[in-house]
C-alpha cells in the first residue's frame, strides 16, 4: 500500500487552489469543482463540497473542514517564514526549534486547516 495524496473538500475551490499554488510553487490543474496540485511525495486534490455531493449524496454531512493539518519539509523554515510574511498568512505558530530535531511554522489557510512547514535539523 502507498500513500498518494490527501483531498481536502471545501466550499470554494478557486480560493483553496489559489493559496496552494502561491505557498507551495505548484501548478493547480482543474475546474472550480476539482483541482489537482503535485506536489514532492503525495498529491493534494481539492473537491467542492457540492461535487462530492454529486457523486455520493450525504456524503459530507457532518463532515468538518478546516480539521486538518498539512506537513511540509522545506530546506530552511526561516526562508519560508520571510517568504510567507510577504504573502500575508495567517501564522499560528513562528518559528521554533524542537528537541526531536526539527524546527517548524505553522499557518492556516483560509479553509482554517493548519500547515506545518519544517526543516529537519538533525538525520
Known sequence: MKFSGICLVTHNVSVLADFY????????????VHVELN?????IAI???EGME???????QGAGYGSVTLM???EDVDVEYERLKTLG???VKLPATYSWGSRSL???D???NIIDFYTVLTK
Open 106 to 108: 505553522w499557518f492556516r
Open 21 to 32: 499554488t502561491r505557498i507551495l510553487g505548484v501548478k493547480a490543474e482543474g475546474d472550480d
Open 47 to 49: 473537491f467542492s463540497v
Open 110 to 112: 483560509p479553509d482554517s
Open 39 to 43: 506536489t514532492e511525495g503525495a498529491n
Open 54 to 60: 454529486d457523486m455520493a449524496p450525504l456524503s459530507t
Open 72 to 74: 511540509f519539509e522545506v
Open 89 to 91: 498568512v495567517e501564522f
